[in-house]
């Protein structure tokens, strides 16, 4: 029995997932954040053509099965609606426990990626607006 593949552009690469410890990290510290209480999304401007998506879904969300499902929805959720978001942005978002539905996900992940994102944007404008007021 063959086993089907997803087509090769229905998937992220490798260049459009945030995958290191640090990567994560690094997104996190920028601290533009925007949640809902079932979702965490935290932006930051990566300065790349692409938008990145990492995925943290800690064990309070469930078992192994539950927590790999909730992250094909935000995977999924993402990948068709990326073309509505800015690129040259690394996306993080943190799954919080709770029962999870695809159209529920992709309607909460869009507003909440460009809350962030929006985020993002301000806080770098006020870094820009401060550095350049110097001496």
Same mark, same amino acid.
């Given at each position: 029995?063959?086993? /089907?593949? /997803?087509?090769?552009? !229905?998937?992220? =690469?490798?260049?459009? $997932? ?7 990290? !690094?997104?996190?510290?920028? $601290? *533009? ?7 965490? &999304? ?6 790349? *053509? @692409?938008?990145?998506?990492?995925? =943290?879904?800690? +064990? ?16 999924? !959720?993402?990948?068709?609606? +990326? ?6 942005? @690394?996306? &993080?978002?943190? !799954? ?6 695809? @159209? ?9 990626? =460009? ?10 404008? +006020? ?9």
């Amino acid at each position: 029995m063959v086993t /089907p593949q /997803p087509h090769p552009r !229905a998937t992220l =690469s490798r260049r459009q $997932r945030i995958i290191r410890t640090g990567e994560f990290q !690094a997104v996190y510290s920028a $601290r *533009a954040r925007a949640g809902d209480g079932r979702l965490v &999304v935290y932006a930051r401007p990566n300065g790349r *053509a @692409d938008t990145r998506l990492g995925i =943290s879904v800690g +064990r309070r969300c469930g078992g192994a099965v539950v927590r790999n499902r909730i992250k094909r929805l935000i995977r999924e !959720a993402f990948r068709q609606g +990326r073309a509505a978001l800015p690129h040259g942005h @690394d996306i &993080v978002v943190v !799954a919080l426990p709770g029962q999870y539905a695809y @159209d529920d996900v992709r309607q909460r992940l869009g507003a909440l990626v =460009s809350e962030a994102i929006r985020r993002s944007r301000a806080a770098a404008e +006020r870094k820009a607006d401060a550095g350049g007021e110097g001496p």
